[in-house]
């Protein structure tokens, strides 16, 4: 079955730039997703088809995805910035999630 | 607006049966699939399955097939989801969440459902 590898945490201090990644094998031929998930709350969707980002959410989230490796970029990260974040791929008929990516501002 | 409202907590016995369901408002119910996540308390997100409110037909991970039926009620824009044979390792959060797009992404998601399995 298809693997995703996040790293378990990232730490960033405010105001500067945070980079969260998606292993997995030739992931750039998949579409990535990307959900933020606060304590007590329910998942939000940040990026999707890679790099596309739904309304409301903000310009500092970006998306890129090519070889090996996708990864989600919070620029300017604020303190409400901090979650767990997770990528989603679909394989053949099934979903796959990574193991999530618990981002810490300083 | 686009919202999924989930049923409340259940606490149920091993070897029990629970059914959640997910109120769909703001779009037409039965032209989005729509997915379930469960997430044990301190792990990640997993995908259970997913089915299409229009043609009732349905899509389970393997993990749950057997244990799993997803069916809905069209007059009243409602999925459920009912896990059969529960064990004290299925206590998590249950979410329904809406499929855009065919092996697209989930948005939005419900707000969740507890359920708890305990003797």
């Known amino acids: 079955s298809y693997v995703l590898t996040q790293p378990p945490s990232v730490s960033v201090a405010p105001g500067k730039t945070a980079r969260i990644t998606c292993g997995g094998n030739n992931i750039g031929s998949k579409s990535v997703h990307w959900y933020q998930q606060k304590p007590g709350q329910a998942p939000v969707l940040v990026i999707y088809y890679d790099s596309d980002r739904p309304s409301g959410i903000p310009e500092r989230f970006s998306g890129s995805n090519s070889g090996n490796t996708a990864t989600l970029t919070i620029s300017r990260v604020e303190a409400g910035d901090e979650a767990d974040y997770y990528c989603?791929?679909?394989?053949?008929?099934?979903?796959?999630f990574g193991g999530g990516t618990k981002l810490t501002v300083l | 607006q686009v919202q999924l409202v989930q049923s409340g907590a259940e606490v149920k016995k091993p070897g029990a049966s629970v059914k959640v369901s997910c109120k769909a408002s703001g779009y037409t119910f039965t032209s989005y699939d729509i997915n379930w996540v469960r997430q044990a308390t301190g792990q990640g997100l997993e995908w259970m399955g997913w089915?299409?409110?229009?043609?009732?037909?349905?899509g389970y991970a393997q993990k749950f097939q057997g244990r799993v039926t997803m069916t809905r009620n069209t007059s009243i824009s409602t999925a459920y989801m009912e896990l059969s044979s529960l064990r004290s390792e299925d206590t998590a959060v249950y979410y329904c969440?809406?499929?855009?797009?065919?092996?697209?992404?989930?948005?939005?998601w419900g707000q969740g459902t507890l359920v708890t399995v305990s003797s």
């Open positions: 089915m299409n409110p229009n043609s009732g037909n349905t």
């Open positions: 989603q791929v679909w394989d053949s008929r099934d979903v796959v």
């Open positions: 969440a809406r499929m855009p797009e065919q092996v697209g992404w989930f948005d939005p």
